[in-house]
């Protein structure tokens, strides 16, 4: 655990320390784990095309594949609604895979302090739609709020608390029926105006949760930007290791 813990804190001092950065981090690049609990309220319309693959190295030893399409509705400059949906599949060692389109996740946040510092809530609901057997069928619900703070030499610091409720947040026990608080925090570097470099770490109390990643937002141009970032996890429930891609897209 403890090795588990260092290893993560230098891939995300590697990814982010080599970052020099310019001016204040732009708005729009937004964060790989918290991509909807943040605080910034996109001004557009826009598209998120997901990629997400984790490994678990515990009871089940499985691989997890997610594509899904995240999706943003600004319903005025302080009021966002978002939505997402995809497919899943999740392929233990020494047993058959299983596939299912993912619970559909509806959402909204909006922007309570639009100064230097940003703040806003939001909640959340997901409709469980998909396959138990591929970690679906959940109903989860939450409430969070979240902020960035500008420092100097282009950094922005991001920070999210919230509480949710999970129907089974034990896929392999099937326990469930808990509020869990869920916390994360983070650093956006810019490197120039086409690159950040992303920073978090997020924890889930209930769950023994906490997943620490670096990542990189490239700016192909003002409305679209190409996303990578890798993880590390830290507790039991945890990926072991994690890849995020996506393609960001505002109309």
């Excluded at 310019?22 to 826009?46: I, W």
């Amino acid at each position: 655990m403890k090795i588990k813990a260092l290893l993560g804190i230098i891939v995300l001092f590697l990814l982010c320390g080599t970052a020099f950065a310019q001016d204040p981090a732009k708005g729009n690049v937004r964060l790989f784990q918290s991509f909807f609990e943040d605080a910034h309220v996109t001004p557009e319309p826009y598209i998120d095309g997901e990629f997400d693959y984790s490994y678990y190295d515990n009871a089940l030893e499985a691989d997890y594949y997610t594509f899904a399409m995240r999706a943003g509705l600004p319903l005025n400059p302080q009021t966002e609604l978002h939505f997402r949906l995809g497919v899943a599949t999740l392929d233990p060692d020494g047993a058959s895979s299983e596939t299912s389109i993912t619970d559909f996740y509806l959402g909204g946040r909006h922007l309570l302090i639009d100064r230097e510092t940003k703040v806003s809530a939001g909640g959340y609901v997901t409709i469980p739609v998909g396959k138990e057997d591929a970690w679906q069928d959940n109903f989860d619900a939450g409430v969070y709020t979240a902020l960035r703070h500008p420092l100097d030499r282009g950094i922005v610091l991001t920070g999210t608390i919230g509480l949710m409720y999970t129907e089974k947040y034990d896929f392999i026990t099937n326990n469930g029926h808990e509020a869990t608080l869920r916390i994360g925090g983070g650093a956006i570097y810019e490197y120039s105006d086409d690159v950040h470099f992303v920073c978090e770490a997020v924890m889930e109390s209930r769950h023994d949760y906490m997943l620490l990643t670096g990542g990189i937002d490239y700016a192909i141009d003002r409305k679209s930007s190409l996303r990578a970032a890798v993880g590390v996890g830290v507790d039991t429930a945890a990926p072991d290791m994690r890849a995020m891609l996506s393609y960001f897209y505002m109309f």
